[in-house]
């Protein structure tokens, strides 16, 4: 029996949450320190399986294969099939039950397809866990976990197995994903009663749960189904996926068109009879009616085309989560984006620095370990100077090493520009951290915008504070002058915000510093502070976004900055990216009401607004809704577990790949690897061409589809000597339709796409200017069909009489050759020539013509496929009017694209 058995046979694993904590570590035979050795979770991972949570309806193969054959069009084909076997009509019969195969393969195929690109992009969004392995803390993808297994988790974790806490500092969790529960649960260690409810055991954490505070470790005790989540996933077993708005708007549509269908056949079933036509010719007709009028391959290009986008967009940094995203984001109005990181590069470089009556531009000079002092250089000698340089130290959660090797570093980026200029000053951490050593932390989250630690010294206790100015100078009560400390006056409290200010003004980022000294151990630290200093950092903007923002100006979409940094920073930042005027204001959180008390003057301010600073989580939400309530489509970005609720909220929500928390990625409908600005435009740029993608390759099928219709209800209503075939026009719809239609659905965005507003999430995917143009379009292509019949007869075989068979398969032949090349005429771009458009640089536009070609030429080479079709060998002539009237069709439709008459 295995270790990992062995251990499950136990029944304190039952329970965990009321056996103590040493107990549970040796039960599980793991350490604490060092967890458990890489040969040991080798074998547990052979017996425990992999921490995933399987998904109940996960369809088989087979499943797959049978679902091709559910759907009207089959059934339709079905009908056909058997009333030509029951005429007697072999041929037809078996090539139609063939056909339904092919057309049942292809979906398959490509159902695989879309689903294998589903896959690879779960792959990219997996959340990874830190655990204790060989005594070393490493990072690993969260399936990997096993039992014994010693995770670590912290602030804004997904929680992804379940475990029993062994150690922890401030942890609560967020468990409504599992008891329902909204309030923060508080942790602790000891063990409870055997009896104690999921809600109540406060000693362990649950997958699927998420970390809201704190930090903690925990023994794992159960991984994938056999967590209190997967027992739920059990239960209920995981919902499909629900289609999407698009998907629902296509499958609405194809069940329109087969009414019509059946409403046009009845009809013309009906007026042949009653002209005295036979009943199986009528019969015929009316099963190539029936043929012709359904675009097969519809859902399956549209799921695709979707799910080619996701994965594009992957291969440029964007994760989208959700298929049905990729629609909406083509429909954003507002992008609401965060400065630091997104807007800015987040390399946080101190380059100011401002004491008592002095101040000074500072340059760091890593590789000598010095700081040059541009305007001061006295500066150094001040004590203010040296608190500065200790509270930056070690009010610090940052890590930053410069050895031989080069650069080690990891952390909040501004905490990491802080350790530089500290290392800079000759301060050694290591050494002041021993000798302060950290006894408590207040630490820093958005809301309250400071961070403080309480710290032991030789003669007491050294409190170090730092924070946004304004929040950290309503703090203190006196200033460090000199060596003195001296009260800090309501007029130097304003002197001191009047400088950072006009720091701020020129694009600094400003941060204040203090301190103080105890004697006793405080209880709540971070007051009557005294206020050392301030300094000054730069963080430049990336040099990609004042492009990206101007993109988004042209194509209608309002960006919005809200940002937790000073008005005045803010305000700089968005003037240099064009994001706003000189002359524009800025909301300041403090003064943003609360929602329910918005006058309409205050909501047209908030909506007019392009900069929000100093704001909280909180308000974002608040600028969801308002934005929501003015029909506006938002994409909101965010990082931090408080950034949850409105990322959710969003149409859109945006998380950040590398400077996000879990939870953020996690509510967020998509994730930018790069944290950057112009990857959302990217993305916006994306979905817009995947809905005119869609577009595209609704109005060609439908083109090609009606021009069909037209043609064999003309030759049936005006009782004409030829007509199409039923195996004929399932040859072309498979063909000539297929095939270009799935190469439409990746074509690259044309180049006008970000110049026009967004459309409306209600927008049809063919509206009346669309339906005009597939009418057009399939009547001139149906008269090119008919014409090239009629000029062969008149020009080349007027003295034969009527030969039914060559009509047909000169009109077969036209149509094939027109449909190909309409595929061409795909683009609705104003004023482009043809060889200009994406289309036309789509190789797969024109893979899909040589397929198509080759295998219309190949069907005519091999002869029994020539008898199924009902073709036969004919003169250069004719193919040279089947070649001119293709072609005909094809300028014409040009032609009247080009005077603007259709789009
Ligand atoms: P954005 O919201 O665009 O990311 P931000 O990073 O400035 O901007 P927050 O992280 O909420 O927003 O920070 C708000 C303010 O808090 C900052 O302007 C700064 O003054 C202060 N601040 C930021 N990081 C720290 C930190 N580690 N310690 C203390 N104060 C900080």
Redesign the pocket.
Known sequence: MSTINSIQQNDGLKNPWAVDHPAMLKLLQTDADAGLSAEEVVKRLRSAGYNKIESGKRISLAMVLINQFISPFVLLLGIAAGLSFFFKEWLDGIAIIVVILINAIIGFLMELQAEQSMEALKKLTRVPARVMRDGKQIEIPSEELVPGDILFVESGDMVTADGRLIRLSQLQTDESALTGESLPVEKLVPPLNEQTALAERANMIYKGTFVSKGNGYAVVVSTGMSTEFGAIARMVQQAEQAATPLEKKIAIFSKKLIWITVALLVLIFTAGLLNGKPFVSMLETSIALAVAAIPEGLPIVSTLALAYGMLRMARHNVIVKKLSSVETLGGTNVICT?????LTQNKIEAVYIHIHQASTEIKLDLPNQSIHFISNTSISNAPAYHHLGRVAALCNTAYFDLDGKGETESG?P??IGLLKMAYCAGINRQDLQQLFPKIDEVP?S?ET???GTLHKNNEGYYIAA????EELIARCTSVLEGSEIVPLTEEKRNQWLDIAEKRAQSGL???AFAFRDEDVIPKDFLHQLTLTGLIGFIDPPRPEVRAAIAECKSAGIKVVM?????PA?AKNIAVQLGLAKETDGVIHGGTMKHFNELTQGDKEKWINASVFA?VSPKHKLDLVTLYQNEKMVVGMTG?GVNDAPALKKADIGIAMGERGTQVAQEAAAMVLKDDAFSSIVLAVKQGRAIFENIRKFVIFLLSCNLSELLIISTASVLNLHFQLFPLQILFINLVTDVLPALALGVTEAEPHIMQRKPYPSETPIIDKERWTAIFVYSIIISIACIGGVFTSHELLHNQEGWNTELCNNVLFYTLIFSQILHVLNMSFEKGIAFYKTEIFKNRYVWYAIILCIAITVLSFLISPVRKVLDVSIYGWNDWTIVTLFSFLSFFVIQLIKRLRWVI
Do not use: C, N, P
């Open positions: 965060d400065k630091t990181g997104t909040d501004l905490e820093f958005s915008k400071i961070m730092k924070g946004a100015v980022r400003m941060l809200i940002t937790g940094d000073h920073t100093r990082d």
